[in-house]
């Protein structure tokens, strides 16, 4: 996974320019706040920032220093959000399988387990008297089929 990440580019990725959009709205509020020398500020997605240690910094530094922390903020919670996906499909994986393999396999041998496998083929008694109830009427259609050939054949004008 972490060769994956090394190789992903995270900038073609609507939702992570759309954070880091939206972090980086936040650096005119940064360079006003350095520039009133503020103690600290909010910053919506990474909360209270401590800024009293940047005051000694000079202006070209400290905006880089602003980006990059928004950029790896923003690469961070795209990372985690990858890893939680993973891990998501992992799981799923993991269940499936032992669904398709370990039960399959264990239903298997419950059933050749047992003594006999002829109960499987072995039909229920409402099922034996429905086959017997089926072979009577088709019996039945048989005898009525040479009945009604007798009867034709007996008409002259046929």
Same mark, same amino acid.
């Given at each position: 996974?972490?060769?994956?990440?090394?190789?992903?580019?995270?900038s073609?990725?609507?939702?992570?320019?759309?954070?880091?959009?939206?972090?980086? +709205?936040?650096h005119? #509020?940064?360079?006003?706040?350095?520039? !009133?020398?503020s103690? *600290?500020?909010? =910053?919506?997605? @990474?909360? $209270?920032?401590?800024?009293?240690?940047?005051q000694?910094? +000079?202006d070209?530094? #400290?905006?880089?220093a602003?980006?990059? !922390?928004?950029?790896? *903020?923003?690469? =961070?919670?795209? @990372?985690? $959000?990858?890893?939680?996906?993973?891990?998501?499909?992992?799981l799923r994986?993991?269940?499936?399988?032992?669904?398709t393999?370990?039960?399959?396999?264990?239903?298997?041998?419950?059933?050749?387990?047992?003594d006999?496998?002829?109960?499987?083929?072995?039909?229920?008694p409402?099922?034996?008297?429905?086959?017997?109830?089926?072979?009577?009427?088709?019996?039945?259609?048989l005898?009525?089929?040479?009945?009604?050939?007798?009867?034709m054949?007996?008409?002259?004008?046929?």
């Open positions: 996974m972490v060769e994956c990440e090394k190789k992903t580019v995270y073609v990725d609507t939702s992570y320019v759309v954070s880091f959009n939206k972090l980086e +709205a936040n005119t #509020r940064f360079s006003e706040a350095m520039r !009133k020398q103690m *600290t500020m909010e =910053i919506e997605g @990474v909360g $209270k920032a401590d800024l009293k240690h940047l000694k910094i +000079a070209e530094e #400290r905006n880089q602003f980006e990059l !922390k928004m950029k790896s *903020t923003t690469y =961070i919670n795209a @990372v985690l $959000k990858r890893v939680v996906d993973d891990v998501a499909l992992q994986s993991m269940i499936e399988n032992f669904v393999g370990e039960m399959v396999t264990e239903i298997v041998n419950t059933i050749i387990s047992r006999d496998i002829d109960y499987l083929f072995q039909t229920s409402s099922m034996n008297a429905d086959r017997e109830k089926i072979e009577n009427n088709i019996a039945l259609l005898e009525t089929k040479k009945h009604i050939i007798k009867v054949d007996s008409i002259p004008y046929y």
